[in-house]
């Protein structure tokens, strides 16, 4: 690899520079970016790193095996649900059932009745991965009809132990060999909890491979239209690939030794974060060595002014998402709680080897890598003729009225939120397509009561059982003959007893939530019962409690925290909470326009009720990254050329590396559409909107018409809000916007 020699720092022309060689120059010699980008310990920094990636690849592969999937891990430590859940074990084995449907249109004939029959043996017979066939039970046949019946149904009790979860998809696997399939009219469908569990655990497997392929497509496309370089692209996609596992196995060593919960939410979203975070940090640093490199002839030289200067803003920018995430901690549900240090140690990581490898590889590799736009010494970049400069003009004409404008049409489509349903979604409208457990489900629900297979549990002390018993027999929404202790339970257990409820609707279902309160209303009211009622049902209907409460707690909390690392930031007041006021605004109308996509659209029946949380999170973490870089610059500018040349400037040098930030981090959160699960998909569709609005309307248009609009008050109560006279400035055609030539 080329190596191009100079004379220490003199290599440049430091003239050419406002701060001069006494200024800026000296102080980043002197910094931690001239141990990353030094002649001799740039290479001791890609040797480190070299080190961590072949010890952590290894790691990395073992996450999948360190998830814990079991509703425990999802659901709030102090609902009900979770302590029936602990209680229930001391009385049997934790169990989740499939459901073999057999269904004929008109009636089973005999031959169907025969082959029910010889699969329900075959089934006590089946001893693999948690199935006990002695505890199989039915068939049992639809008698509803008046005429001959049409369905029948065999339960499988699925055992669960320490790693029972990873049998569901092996057990409901030999379920289904031994049943076959639909033949000669017979509809044969494997449902009920463990058929769901094993359809929403295929939806799952491979997650990481399908959005490690997906984020890092998105990258390589977008950075090859954005620089034109097919060799510079791979530098930001190895630094990201190597966050990525670095990360995933320092998570994997948290979760094995320190008690840290990972399921396969959090690591999803984990590779999308690392991807688009990280390779938001590289564009900006990219950006900002290619303005260097056009002053200074030495490159290691201009990339330690590169660091000097956009380190500050890359270092708050994942300050700010780091510190959101762990503002996750507070939350009641376990899933969202654990989500908060994954994605936080995800994008320190990311943070890490963007400010460490990814300069050190660039100034390794030399100029080269920007092929065939290679920046030289002395070139000229006419930001003044760039389409963010044209743009800041424009605003500057009137931009109390551009301002106004854009609010109000950011607020109009605000108001589709009123069309979002975050309450939740059943089982057949978690999946984009209809996998066979949905299928079978709704042929159950025709011919049996809805609930079967999915009952509630209720725990009582022995001494008021048979009362609580009957209290929930007569409840409306129960099927009074079903309140049985189910077999293989225990009578009782240290003077506790407990029975499982069937209600008529699905477990899944509205009326079944509703059902779950009457009954505890009315368990709750027998005296001195300690009764307490659990089951999937109850488990829904307390995660759905728990993350309204985050809601209203995390939301808030966010907003104070990026506020402050704003204020620290910019020594102002007045200028973070304009920024707060706009990511607020996107986040609104990112919700309203994703609420009319999802409903006249897609098609989906609603979102899940953590949908605004995490959208919210990550849109506020993330998508204020692209205020700091662009308030930063501004204030940068303002101290040399004044408060409204500064905004300008500011908007010239930033506009096409934030135009292709917000693309990489949209694309890879649009990347969760891959997955055939709803709730990732609006995820994804709602982030990747709400980026989209932050990076080509609310920074470009709105926050910079704000600042033009206030002026030097914007940046109260510090000095530069007094508009002193602005020092005499350079060129502005050596302010570089961040991209290729072509793009500014």
């Not at 740039?42 to 961590?52: A, E, G, P």
């Not at 709704?442 to 048979?466: C, K, M, R, T, Y």
């Not at 304009?578 to 409903?599: D, E, H, N």
């Amino acid at each position: 690899m080329p190596d191009e020699r100079s004379d220490g720092l003199t290599g440049g022309p430091a003239q050419d520079h406002p701060e001069g060689r006494s200024g800026g120059q000296r102080r980043a010699s002197r910094g931690v970016a001239w141990l990353v980008c030094g002649r001799r310990t740039k290479w001791l920094v890609v040797l480190f790193w070299l080190v961590v990636i072949v010890a952590a690849a290894p790691l990395a592969q073992k996450l999948t095996d360190a998830q814990d999937n079991q509703a425990s891990s999802w659901l709030p430590g102090s609902a009900e649900s979770t302590q029936v859940l602990e209680i229930s074990e001391d009385f049997r084995p934790e169990q989740i059932p499939a459901i073999v449907v057999y269904a004929r249109e008109g009636g089973l004939t005999p031959a169907d009745r025969v082959q029910i029959a010889k699969d329900a043996r075959e089934l006590e017979e089946l001893r693999a991965h948690g199935i006990r066939g002695a505890e199989t039970r039915g068939p049992l046949f639809d008698t509803r009809p008046a005429r001959d019946a049409e369905a029948a149904q065999i339960l499988v009790p699925i055992t669960m132990d320490e790693k029972g979860w990873e049998r569901i998809g092996p057990a409901v696997d030999s379920i289904r060999e031994r049943v076959g399939k639909s033949t000669g009219g017979l509809a044969v469908h494997v449902t009920g909890p463990g058929g769901t569990s094993a359809d929403f655990s295929e939806a799952f497997e491979g997650i990481d491979s399908t959005l490690l392929l997906a984020a890092g497509g998105v990258v390589v496309v977008i950075l090859l239209i954005t620089y034109r370089s097919p060799v510079l692209l791979l530098v930001p996609l190895l630094a990201a690939v190597v966050s990525l596992f670095t990360a995933q196995a320092l998570i994997y060593l948290l979760a094995e030794h320190a008690g840290l919960t990972v399921n396969g939410q959090s690591a999803g979203i984990l590779t999308v974060l690392v991807f688009g975070a990280g390779t938001d940090y590289a564009l900006l640093l990219v950006a900002r060595y290619r303005e260097e490199l056009r002053r200074h002839e030495d490159r290691h030289e201009a990339m330690q002014l590169a660091l000097h200067r956009a380190g500050p803003a890359v270092i708050a920018s994942g300050a700010t998402v780091v510190v959101s995430m762990l503002v996750l901690l507070t939350a009641d549900m376990n899933s969202t709680r654990g989500l908060g240090p994954v994605a936080a140690i995800g994008v320190a990581v990311a943070l890490i080897a963007m400010l460490s490898l990814f300069p050190a590889l660039l100034v390794v590799c030399g100029r080269w890598l920007f092929w065939p736009l290679v920046p030289h010494n002395g070139s000229d970049e006419p930001t003044e003729r760039g389409i963010w400069a044209r743009t800041g003009r424009r605003i500057a004409r009137r931009p109390r009225l551009t301002w106004s404008i854009t609010a109000v049409a950011l607020a109009v489509v605000a108001l589709g939120m009123t069309q979002l349903r975050a309450e939740g979604l059943s089982n057949a409208d978690s999946f984009t397509d209809k996998p066979d457990s949905i299928v079978g489900q709704e042929v159950q629900a025709e011919h049996f009561d809805a609930g079967s297979g999915d009952p509630l549990v209720i725990v009582s002390n022995q001494a008021q059982g048979p009362r609580v018993r009957a209290v929930v027999a007569r409840t409306s929404g129960v099927v009074p003959t079903s309140v049985v202790v189910p077999p293989g339970t225990k009578r009782a257990y240290e003077g506790q007893v407990l029975f499982e409820a069937t209600m008529t609707d699905a477990s899944d279902s509205e009326a079944a939530k509703r059902t779950v309160e009457r009954v505890r209303d009315a368990v709750h009211a027998v005296p001195r019962a300690d009764a307490q009622v659990g089951g999937n049902t109850a488990a829904i209907v307390d995660m759905d409690r728990a993350t309204t409460h985050d809601n209203k707690l995390v939301i808030p909390l966010v907003l104070v925290v990026v506020l402050l690392i704003l204020a620290l930031l910019l020594r102002a007041l007045v200028a973070p909470l304009l920024l707060i006021a706009t990511v607020v605004l996107s986040f609104t109308a990112a919700l309203g326009i994703s609420a009319l996509a999802f409903r006249h659209v897609f098609d989906y029946a609603g979102e899940a009720t953590d949908f605004p949380l995490f959208v919210f999170v990550f849109l506020v973490a993330l998508g204020i990254d692209y205020n700091i870089f662009l308030s930063t610059r501004i204030r940068e500018e303002a101290g040399r050329q004044g408060s409204r040349a500064g905004v300008l400037t500011g908007l010239a040098a930033t506009g096409a590396v934030i135009t292709s930030a917000g693309l990489v981090l949209a694309g890879t959160f649009a990347a969760l559409g891959t997955l055939p699960m709803v709730g990732f998909a609006e995820i994804g569709f709602a982030v990747a909107v709400g980026v989209l609005l932050d990076t080509f309307i609310v920074r470009s248009v709105l926050v910079t018409a704000l600042f033009l609009d206030v002026g030097p008050k914007v940046w109260w109560p510090h000095a530069l809000s007094k508009d002193p006279a602005a020092p005499p400035a350079p060129a502005p055609a050596k302010v570089s916007s961040g991209g290729p030539p072509d793009q500014r």
